[in-house]
């Protein structure tokens, strides 16, 4: 059966997409611990991160890292922290969490937005990552 990442990819399920090419992906988590939450997922499904293939996730990592800029320079933070958990879906996925201290990495902070909410930050980020020429932000 497919995973809920791969039903949002093909379009069964709604999804906030901030990017998505041949490889990943990144959505608004639905339960974000902070605003901002955003998770890069491979297109293909892999259960456990060590069995990404290295090249898939040298990629993952800097997909990672751009989508990391564009949290930044729209959400107030310290830092953008990362997470590989894998117990909640069994899809690889990078977790990216604006944060100012290591108990804002605490899964129990984690809500439900407002679809708007999750809406307008996705189109923020699309927005500040086009500006800076990453054609996998346009969705197209």
């Known amino acids: 059966m497919a995973s809920i990442f791969t039903r949002i990819l093909a379009g069964e399920l709604p ?46 990592m800097q997909v990672s890292q751009t989508i990391a800029k564009a949290i930044k320079a729209n959400v107030v933070c310290k830092r953008v922290g990362v997470m590989v958990v894998g117990l909640e879906v069994p899809h690889t996925h990078i977790h990216l969490i604006p944060i100012d201290s290591m108990a804002d990495l605490d899964f129990k902070h984690a809500k439900p937005l407002p ?24 969705l197209s």
């Not at 490889?23 to 499904?45: D, K, L, S, Y």
């Not at 930050?121 to 054609?135: E, N, S």
Request: proline share 6%; with cysteine; aromatic share 8%.
């Open 115 to 138: 679809q708007d909410e999750l809406a307008a930050m996705a189109a923020t980020l699309r927005a500040t990552l086009a500006a800076a020429g990453h054609k996998a932000a346009s």
């Open 15 to 60: 999804g906030h997409f901030v990017w998505k090419d041949e490889v990943c992906f990144a959505i608004m988590t639905i339960q974000p611990i902070r605003g901002g939450h955003v998770i890069v997922i491979p297109n293909a499904e892999v259960n456990h991160w060590d069995d990404v293939p290295p090249s898939t996730a040298a990629y993952l």
